[in-house]
């Protein structure tokens, strides 16, 4: 049975940074791409950044291109996203996904595990 949580999330001043961490369980993690999406109100769920199964390959959304960084740890089946210089447009619910390929990809649809996501709130 695959679970992913995720944790970090909160209420950061704009120009502030936050961290976050998911553990995966139940898979390969190595095997597995990952990627962060997140999701505003009223809004859908879109591309954050992702990054391949070893680690060597991570593309990010041009909004947060800069300020954030994706990385991962296979030894502790953990993925991070280190946020910086944030905006209150960065407010969502962040999720992490485990994609159905090495790379992942850009689309929510090409994901087949899904954490509970944790609230990352931007005041300005």
């Known amino acids: 049975q695959v679970q992913l949580v995720e944790s970090g999330g909160g209420l950061v001043q704009a120009g502030g940074s936050l961290r976050l961490s998911c553990v995966s369980s139940g898979r390969t993690f190595s095997n597995d791409g990952m990627g962060w999406f997140r999701q505003a109100p009223g809004k859908e769920r879109e591309f954050v950044a992702r990054i391949s199964g070893m680690g060597g390959s991570t593309v990010y959304a041009d909004s947060v291109k800069g300020r954030f960084t994706i990385w991962r740890d296979n030894a502790k089946n953990t993925v991070y996203l280190q946020m910086n210089s944030l905006k209150p447009e960065d407010t969502a619910v962040y999720y992490c996904?485990?994609?159905?390929?090495?790379?992942?990809?850009?689309?929510?649809?090409?994901?087949?595990?899904w954490g509970q996501g944790t609230q990352v709130t931007v005041s300005s």
């Open positions: 996904g485990v994609a159905r390929n090495y790379f992942g990809t850009n689309w929510d649809n090409d994901y087949e595990y």
